[in-house]
Nanobody, 125 residues
Framework: QLQLVESGGDLVQPGGSLRLSCAVS????????IGWFRQAPGKEREGVSC????????NYADSVKGRFTASRDNAKKTFFLQMNSLNSEDTGIYYC??????????????????WGQGTQVTVSS
């Protein structure tokens, strides 16, 4: 059974950077993508980015384009989200999730069936 574990969340000042990691265990060979989602206090969970597991193609929400970069190390079965120029609106719990079908490209929560437990990112001075 697939399991995902996020790490790397922290308190960071505005303008700062963080790199989140998502370690995958189990057989992910049939999955299409790993997505990153976040949930701010009092708000709905939203898609941030995804990366196709085999090809490495990436997709980003408009709110993070140019600031966030998704990458992968397939040998280590670890996925990363590099976050730069962070601001207070980036505060939230960040989750990684596995999407089985190609429509997971569109970062809809319903298209992801296996989730990590989340890691807290707080952007504050």
């Amino acid at each position: 059974q697939l399991q995902l574990v996020e790490s790397g969340g922290d308190l960071v000042q505005p303008g700062g950077s963080l790199r989140l990691s998502c370690a995958v265990s189990g057989d992910s060979s049939d999955y299409y993508a790993i997505g990153w989602f976040r949930q701010a206090p009092g708000k709905e969970r939203e898609g941030v980015s995804c990366i196709s597991i085999k090809g490495g193609a990436t997709n980003y929400a408009d709110s993070v384009k140019g600031r966030f970069t998704a990458s992968r190390d397939n040998a280590k079965k670890t996925f990363f989200l590099q976050m730069n120029s962070l601001n207070s609106e980036d505060t939230g719990i960040y989750y990684c999730a596995a999407g089985y079908y190609t429509n997971s490209w569109f970062l809809q929560i319903a298209d992801y069936d296996t989730w990590g437990q989340g890691t807290q990112v707080t952007v504050s001075s």
